[in-house]
């Protein structure tokens, strides 16, 4: 069973770009969740979607956004860049059958540079 | 979402048990325990969940006491490979919220 599939593996930008990361959760996974790892922040959820609607937000400005298509697939994107917005971004998906304590799985993420 | 307190980092030798607490006064009464294991550069893998008492898997084991203030991660006989950021979270799957984690060095 494959995994959770995350493209690009690594991107370099430049300051006031936009970028579109995506992730291709394991199948039969309707919950994918994101989430921005800095060395100074460590790991922070950006926001989690379930049957392409948006169920949760974290604490991010509005340049942050995403969606889920109909096959659970899900990108992410980040407009305007800023150098601050250099990280690790990982994705991860669930099952989400109702227990709400499900296992996460985790891809192995898109290192951002922003230069 | 309830907060969690652990430690910073922890040292051990190779063949050795490392225990991880985790404190997390505010647990809520439908709230699970989850830790994670993280290497660099890579996304955190789940090891463990548990809600009460023990749980023991092929990786770890889980011991949670009766009042759920704390929980504690062993790691038997701990090899090279083991050296990774160990989070505890408690909560929602689906809005996890990691800690800083405890930094395990393996040594030989």
């Known amino acids: 069973k494959a995994g959770v599939t995350q493209t690009p593996r690594y991107l370099i930008k430049t300051r006031g770009q936009q970028v579109t990361l995506s992730c291709s959760p394991i199948?039969?996974?309707?919950?994918v969740s994101w989430y921005q790892q800095t060395p100074g922040q460590g790991l922070q959820f950006l926001f989690e979607?379930?049957?392409?609607?948006?169920?949760n937000k974290g604490n991010f400005p509005g340049r942050f956004s995403g969606r889920q298509f109909s096959n659970s697939r899900s990108e992410m994107n980040v407009s305007t860049l800023e150098l601050g917005d250099s990280a690790l971004y990982l994705c991860?998906?669930?099952?989400?059958?109702?227990?709400?304590?499900?296992?996460?799985?985790f891809g192995q993420g898109t290192r951002l540079t922003v230069v | 979402l309830a907060k969690t307190t652990q430690p910073i980092s922890m040292d051990s030798y190779e063949g050795q048990e490392v225990n991880i607490t985790c404190s997390h006064n505010n647990i809520a009464t439908n709230d699970y325990i989850t830790w994670y294991q993280q290497f660099p550069s890579q996304g955190p893998r789940f090891i463990i969940q548990g809600y009460k008492t023990k749980v023991t898997n092929e990786v770890a084991s889980l011991f949670i006491p009766a009042d759920r203030k704390s929980s504690t991660l062993s790691l038997p006989r701990v090899s090279l490979s083991d050296t990774a950021v160990y989070y505890c979270?408690?909560?929602?799957?689906?809005?996890?919220?990691f800690g800083a984690g405890t930094t395990v060095t393996v040594r030989a």
């Open positions: 979270l408690v909560g929602d799957d689906y809005k996890l919220s």
């Open positions: 979607y379930f049957s392409e609607t948006q169920r």
């Open positions: 199948s039969g996974h309707r919950s």
């Open positions: 991860a998906s669930s099952t989400l059958t109702g227990d709400k304590n499900t296992e996460a799985f």
